[in-house]
């Protein structure tokens, strides 16, 4: 609960038993504070009436109330940013994840390419060795640019 503060005029025995009052949650009554503080009620009701025990105590538990209400707001913003971060966290991991299959597979690729143009290469080796003129027209024929008019 929000600590009270005295009010102007309020004696320190008088704040004291506000206090203990205060204190002693939703069963409080006078005259358990009188057996309490060893007074009667009618000792303590002018208290009462002079420093709005009553209207202190009422605003003490909206305060409280509201008080509560924050905190329960700030720890939700505090979820919500904790769920943000672990979401950003894992859609940069999956990007980074995506990123490194995209290279992987590229990698894969080229050795395939690779692979197939030395199989392609050692198909032709044995043309070359037996016929490298022939082979060369053939590949120059290939590879010369066609133009159609």
Not at 79 to 100: K, L, M, P, S, Y
Request: net charge positive; charged share 30%; hydrophobic share 40%.
């Amino acid at each position: 609960m929000t600590p009270p503060r005295p009010l102007p005029g309020e004696s320190v025995k008088a704040f004291a038993a506000f206090k203990r009052y205060l204190d002693m949650g939703e069963k409080r009554s006078l005259a358990k504070l009188g057996r309490l503080l060893g007074v009667s009620r009618q000792a303590l009701e002018p208290w009462s009436v002079k420093f709005k025990w009553q209207d202190r105590i009422k605003a003490a538990l909206v305060q409280d109330a509201e008080d509560e209400c924050a905190t329960e707001q700030r720890a939700k913003l505090e979820r919500a940013r904790e769920i943000e971060r672990r979401r950003q966290q894992v859609q940069d991991t999956a990007w980074t994840t995506g990123q490194q299959a995209i290279r992987m597979a590229r990698n894969i690729l080229r050795k395939i390419l690779v692979t197939r143009v030395v199989a392609w290469q050692l198909t032709w080796l044995p043309h070359v060795v037996r016929s490298p003129t022939r082979t060369a027209n053939h590949l120059r024929q290939q590879l010369r640019p066609t133009c159609k008019s």
